[in-house]
Antibody, heavy 124, light 107 residues
Framework: QVQLQQWGAGLLKPSETLSLTCAVY????????WSWIRQPPGKGLEWIGE???????NYNPSLKSRVTISIDTSKNQFSLKLSSVTAADTAVYYC??????????????????WGKGTTVTVSS | SSELTQDPAVSVALGQTVRITCQGD??????ASWYQQKPGQAPVLVIY???NRPSGIPDRFSGSSSGNTASLTITGAQAEDEADYYC??????????FGGGTKLTVL
């Protein structure tokens, strides 16, 4: 059974760079997209972006100028970097496996395996 | 539009049926997926595609779609179904987007 284990610094100062890594255990790494999602305290989920095993990325336009998602297929890991953080970036950050399928004439995207989440606090 | 709209809160009596909806133009082109999130926990996928349940999700959860609206239906709601529910899909440019979430209370 696939499991995602994530880690990274939990306390940052404004203007620093957030860095998180997610490792994939127990399943294939190639053939999927890998996503990052965040949730500010008391708020809803926000999609950050995704990467496939070839390194092709797709980012949330509102974060695109600050976000980099990368992949290390040799380690079955993918990472998130978010630069110039502010208090507004305080959130629980989740990694997830993304599947893309087609049914009839529609595509659908779904995240079937999630990491436990990493709490990141930005404070001076 | 890149937005998905959900009712902020819905309640249901124990054992009754409840429908949680998600509206957005992109749902005419993409199926939604639905996630259940309990306090302090990561989201869990409950419905994906036209109406598919992952292994381990009770069959009281079902999904449907019509026009620009996707729905998650819980038939015979249980106390353990009390949670926040989020829909997710893509916008016209292929960017991922979540609905604002619906807090389900089981009375």
């Amino acid at each position: 059974q696939v499991q995602l284990q994530q880690w990274g610094a939990g306390l940052l100062k404004p203007s620093e760079t957030l860095s998180l890594t997610c490792a994939v255990y127990g399943g294939s790494f190639s053939g999927y997209y890998w996503s990052w999602i965040r949730q500010p305290p008391g708020k809803g989920l926000e999609w950050i972006g995704e990467i496939n095993h070839s390194g092709s990325t797709n980012y949330n336009p509102s974060l695109k100028s600050r976000v980099t998602i990368s992949i290390d297929t040799s380690k079955n890991q993918f990472s998130l970097k978010l630069s110039s953080v502010t208090a507004a970036d305080t959130a629980v950050y989740y990694c997830a496996r993304l599947k893309i399928k087609q049914q009839l004439v529609r595509y659908y995207y779904y995240m079937d395996v999630w990491g436990k989440g990493t709490t990141v606090t930005v404070s001076s | 539009s890149s937005e998905l709209t959900q009712d902020p809160a819905v309640s249901v009596a124990l054992g009754q049926t409840v429908r949680i909806t998600c509206q957005g133009d992109s749902l005419r082109s993409y199926y939604a997926s639905w996630y259940q999130q309990k306090p302090g926990q990561a989201p869990v996928l409950v419905i994906y595609g036209k109406n598919n349940r992952p292994s381990g999700i009770p069959d009281r959860f079902s999904g449907s779609s019509s026009g620009n609206t996707a729905s998650l239906t819980i038939t015979g709601a249980q106390a353990e179904d009390e949670a926040d529910y989020y829909c997710n899909s893509r916008d016209s440019s292929g960017t991922g987007v979540f609905g604002g979430g619906t807090k389900l209370t089981v009375l």
